[in-house]
């Protein structure tokens, strides 16, 4: 059973590179800012990304990425993504992301989902290849869904 749900908050600032021709944050940045807050969440719990999983050849392939649009960006608006592990299996990790304007509003949310693969591609089971980390992410997260 999953912990009692655990986010992150990461404040960043809209920037004009992050826009369309109208000034209006463009959608697909929404994937890029919920990458940018994945990684920190997993530093903040003490899984730094890059040492925890892809250094010891385990890859968080996206199997799935969603982005609800609910309130329009504009540059130079400030803004937090919260983000959260909302399931934890040996061989998927799934997240959940809002934007939250600095007013409180919900500028959007969304979900990515991921496999757990070799750096060939292939799905494995992370209790049994890498137990201690397994064992140090349930200690943490819990296991299954919120």
């Known amino acids: 059973m999953m912990n009692e749900q655990m986010y992150y908050d990461l404040p960043m600032t809209v920037t004009w590179g992050d826009c369309d021709a109208a000034g209006i944050s463009y959608y697909a940045k929404n994937f890029d800012w919920f990458t940018d807050a994945r990684f920190q969440f997993l530093e903040h719990y003490g899984f730094p990304y890059m040492e925890a999983f892809h250094n010891q050849g385990i890859y968080l392939v996206c199997l799935k990425a969603e982005s609800d649009y609910q309130k329009m960006l504009k540059p130079l608006e400030k803004i937090i993504v919260k983000t959260s592990l909302v399931s934890l299996t040996r061989t998927r990790m799934t997240f959940s992301y809002k934007l939250i304007k600095e007013n409180g509003e919900v500028a959007g949310e969304g979900l990515t989902r991921h496999a757990i693969v070799s750096p060939e ?18 200690g943490c997260f819990g296991e299954g869904e919120i």
């Open 121 to 138: 591609g292939r799905p494995f089971n992370l209790q049994k290849k890498f137990p201690i980390l397994w064992e140090k992410l349930v």
